[in-house]
DNA sequence: ACGTAATGTAAAGCGTCCTTTACTTTATGT
DNA sequence: ACATAAAGTAAAGGACGCTTTACATTACGT
């Protein structure tokens, strides 16, 4: 329940971080490729800790690559 | 793997706002009363969006309510 | 001291995140 | 046009977040 919609930015700050591959992310954050697809393509929200990495290794905070909305 | 560690603030939150019970807690972001404990116990990590309505609830951003550490 | 609210512990079950494997499609360079 | 890298799709299995139920313990008010 609660209808809500998470959106992220992962794919454009991959390029804007000198054009990482889907799999140098992967690599980065330790996760399997097909995890940053299913991220990237909004199948489903990454867990808390994951978030974590990849705001950091994009060097931005939380809030700067996931979009959360509350449809309340 | 990748020895990581998440701490968490809600349990200091939730009395700094208004002297929330778990219950109430539990009931603003759409969980269960365990879910709440098992968090301020720090059993599991949260989802990411439940790690945002947690934040909103109190009015901070993600990473003020959780702390993550990676030990590279 | 007693009754009630708040918090804590435990365990089974379900759904979702993430992995693994394998194959297909699209882009890029020469 | 061809070879290779990058990205996409799919499906089974394991791990973990979250629920549900039930009971135990601690705090609080009168």
């Given at each position: 329940?609660?209808?809500?919609?998470?959106?992220?930015?992962?794919?454009?700050?991959?390029?804007?971080?000198?054009?990482?591959?889907?799999?140098?992310?992967?690599?980065?954050?330790?996760?399997?490729?097909?995890t940053i697809?299913?991220?990237?393509?909004?199948?489903?929200?990454?867990?808390?800790?994951?978030?974590f990495k990849?705001?950091?290794?994009?060097?931005?905070?939380?809030?700067?690559?996931?979009?959360?909305?509350?449809?309340?």
């Amino acid at each position: 329940m609660s209808s809500d919609r998470l959106s992220n930015k992962v794919r454009r700050l991959r390029f804007d971080n000198g054009e990482l591959t889907q799999q140098q992310l992967a690599d980065r954050v330790g996760v399997t490729r097909q995890t940053i697809i299913a991220i990237e393509a909004g199948k489903y929200a990454p867990s808390l800790p994951l978030a974590f990495k990849l705001a950091r290794t994009f060097g931005v905070s939380i809030e700067e690559v996931f979009e959360y909305e509350n449809e309340r």
